[in-house]
C-alpha cells in the first residue's frame, strides 16, 4: 500500500542553482529565488535535481543547497530533494542526508552510465526507499539523460511493493507509458509529468 500524502499535487518549481563568477554556489542569490517561488504561490520546491546541475556538484555544494532550501522554505513550502546517483550507495547516503537536513521527500534518479536491467532498477530504488523509510521517496525517470528507461510495469511493482514510493517524476515524453503507469498505479500513487508538449492551455 503506497504511503498516503495529500501535498504532492500542483505545480513544483525545479530550482536552478545559481552560482558566483569564481563557481561557488551564490547562496544569497538561491534565498532571493527561493523565496520569489514561494512569495509567488509555488508551494512544492525541488532543489538538486536536473535543472540544479546536481550532476555536477559536490557532495557539500548539495548539502549547500539542499540546506539553505529547507532553512528558507520554513515550512512554508514542501521541499523534494534530489539525491539520485548511478551508485546505490552513494543514493542512500545523500538520501539520508537529506532527511537529516529536514526535507520532505526525496527525488531519486534512474541510474545513468550503467544501464541496468528492470530487475537492477528494482533492486536500487527499493534500497534507497528502504534506507529511508519514513520518508516519501520520488523516483524519477528521464531516459533522454539516463539512457536508461524506467519500464511502466517497473514502476507499477515499485509502487505496489514499496509503501514510501509514492509517485513517480516521468520524463520519458513516453505517453503510452504514462497512460499505463496511470491505469495500473496503486490508490495514492502519483504520476508527475511537466513535460510542456503534454500541457493544455
Known amino acids: 500500500m503506497t504511503m498516503q500524502i495529500d501535498w504532492l499535487r ?21 534565498r532571493k529565488l527561493i523565496e520569489h517561488q514561494i512569495t509567488g504561490g509555488i508551494r512544492l520546491l525541488v532543489p538538486c ?3 540544479g546541475e546536481s550532476a555536477t556538484m559536490t557532495d557539500e555544494e548539495d548539502q549547500l543547497v539542499i540546506r539553505t532550501t529547507v532553512e528558507v522554505a520554513r515550512g512554508r513550502a514542501k521541499v523534494i530533494a534530489g539525491t539520485g546517483s548511478n551508485s546505490t550507495a ?6 539520508q542526508t537529506a532527511r537529516k537536513l529536514g526535507v520532505d521527500a526525496v527525488l531519486s534518479v534512474a541510474p545513468y552510465y550503467n544501464k541496468p536491467t528492470q530487475e537492477g532498477l528494482i533492486a536500487h530504488f527499493r534500497a534507497i526507499a528502504e534506507s529511508v523509510s519514513d520518508l516519501p521517496v520520488v523516483i524519477y525517470n528521464v531516459p ?50 511537466g513535460d510542456d508538449s503534454f500541457t493544455l492551455a
Open 10 to 30: 500542483g505545480c513544483a518549481t525545479a530550482l536552478v542553482t545559481p552560482f558566483t563568477s569564481d563557481g561557488a554556489v551564490d547562496v544569497e542569490s538561491l
Open 144 to 193: 533522454g539523460r539516463t539512457s536508461s528507461n524506467i519500464a511502466a510495469q517497473t514502476t507499477v511493482r515499485l509502487a505496489r511493493e514499496v509503501e514510501n514510493i509514492v509517485a513517480v517524476k516521468e520524463a520519458s515524453g513516453n505517453l503510452s507509458q504514462i497512460m499505463e503507469i496511470l491505469r495500473e498505479r496503486p490508490n495514492g500513487f502519483r504520476v508527475i509529468s
Open 49 to 51: 535535481g536536473t535543472t
Open 90 to 95: 552513494a543514493a542512500i547516503e545523500y538520501s
